[in-house]
């Protein structure tokens, strides 16, 4: 099943849709909770590997973890019998890095594929999955998220696919925060502000509701808290305990919620410009908040709220003062000349209900301001015609 089949597939939530939670009026929502385990503790993830390993039941277990992630990886693997490691890992997860390791895990006969590392690592994970069906045990080592997702992404000529399997989330989530000291700090910043994307990006996304609300929220006060601590002691795990324990709500609300706006733009520009994912998420989310942010009241206060700030965007500005966050698409090669091209692609995939008409004026006023790195409040004024619409359904 697409995202595409999902969104459509389903009813509008009526209640809570705006992020704004419960309310004066009366609650109706169908909300879904994902089964998994979730280990947390700092320094444990080798014991509770192990366990988990044996409670499962493995008898031949693939590692994927890549080269940089490798000596992680082999602490993280001290107690268990490796059948097969794979390293060979890719960022959005191409469809031949994809098949290389498919193969490599049915040749082996693996019946549990454990990844260590980050988001990428995860992908490569959910590939295999996806086809052998083998369970999977996370151990992410950056804020991404995905180890709580039953979202796979695969890529082929220039355009990522994503789509929703349950076989492809993990069973377990095994957190350790003290794998995480040696991210670099700016790219902690980065994924840190991936992951408060997500719990952003929920408040109005297609399946918004009071629970996966309640989950963002929160998620925004853990990251908005870790990360400041991080930037001033990155070696402390104070910090990383804080964002790993936001990430997962982030994801877990992300993963409820849909994607909202804000992903279907870095979707595009992650899998058809080959932007570095959580820089990406980290430039273009203060543009696309400042852009829904006064359509959406209730998701615009519940956020405010989080981060402890007269209005969410400027919780969401201070905290990207205070830990240096990146700030221009140019920086990563993002050129005027790519604008249509991506305006056009996003226009196809806009989320049903989003609380602001898109059009080609606005999303490329959005873009421009994200490539420039101009002001985001200036994107709230972007005016908007009715021409140029176009939702997933
Ligand atoms: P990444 O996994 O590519 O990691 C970034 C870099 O950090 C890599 O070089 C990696 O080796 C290194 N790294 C990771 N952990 C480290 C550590 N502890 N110490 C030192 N270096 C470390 O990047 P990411 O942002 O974590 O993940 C991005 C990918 O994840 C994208 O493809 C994105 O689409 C996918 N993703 C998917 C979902 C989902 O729900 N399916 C959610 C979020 C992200």
Same mark, same amino acid.
């Given at each position: 099943m697409t995202e595409t089949d999902r969104t459509s597939d389903r009813a509008q939530q009526q209640t809570g849709r705006d992020g704004g939670g419960p309310g004066g009026e009366a609650l109706s929502f169908t909300h879904v909770t994902a089964g998994q385990r979730v280990l947390f503790g700092s320094g444990s993830a080798a014991a509770h590997l192990a366990a988990e390993v044996d409670r499962l039941g493995a008898r031949s277990v693939m590692v994927i973890a890549s080269e940089r992630e490798r000596a992680l990886a082999g602490e993280v693997t001290a107690q268990v019998e490796v059948a097969l490691w794979h390293t060979d890992v890719v960022m959005h997860v191409p469809v031949e890095t994809a098949a290389a390791a498919r193969e490599a895990a049915q040749a082996a006969g693996i019946d549990l594929v454990v990844c260590v590392g980050g988001g990428s690592t995860t992908g490569l994970a959910k590939a295999v999955a996806l086809t052998g069906r083998q369970p999977i045990v996370a151990v992410p080592t950056t804020y991404a998220g995905s180890e709580a997702t039953n979202v796979w992404g695969l890529t082929e000529d220039g355009r990522k696919t994503t789509g929703v399997d $349950?076989?492809?989330?993990?069973v377990s989530v095994i957190y350790d925060a003290s794998l995480t000291v040696t991210l670099p700090v700016e790219m902690s910043v980065a994924s840190g502000l991936n992951g408060l994307a997500h719990c952003v990006d929920s408040l109005w996304a297609p399946r918004a509701d009071p629970i996966n609300a309640a989950m963002a929220a929160e998620g925004i006060r853990a990251l908005s808290e870790g990360l400041p601590l991080i930037v001033d002691d990155p070696r402390s795990t104070a910090g990383r305990d804080l964002a790993l324990y936001g990430a997962y709500l982030s994801a877990v609300a992300f993963s409820s919620a849909g994607s909202g706006l804000h992903h279907k733009i870095c979707h595009v520009l992650g899998g058809t410009? $080959?932007?570095p994912h959580a820089q990406t998420h980290a430039i273009v989310l203060p543009y696309v908040l400042a852009f829904n942010g006064p359509a959406a009241p209730a998701a615009e206060a519940r956020a405010a709220q989080a981060f402890g700030a007269a209005t969410a965007l400027s919780g969401l500005d201070r905290l990207r003062d205070r830990v240096g966050a990146p700030r221009r698409l140019a920086d990563l090669g993002f050129t005027a000349a790519d604008i249509p091209v991506a305006v056009d692609i996003v226009l196809q995939n806009i989320p049903a209900g989003n609380p602001r008409t898109v059009t080609v004026e606005g999303l490329t006023a959005l873009l421009h301001a994200a490539l420039d790195g101009s002001d985001p409040a200036d994107t709230s004024t972007i005016t908007t015609t009715t021409t140029d619409l176009r939702t997933e359904e």
């Open positions: $349950d076989a492809v989330l993990p410009f $080959d932007l």
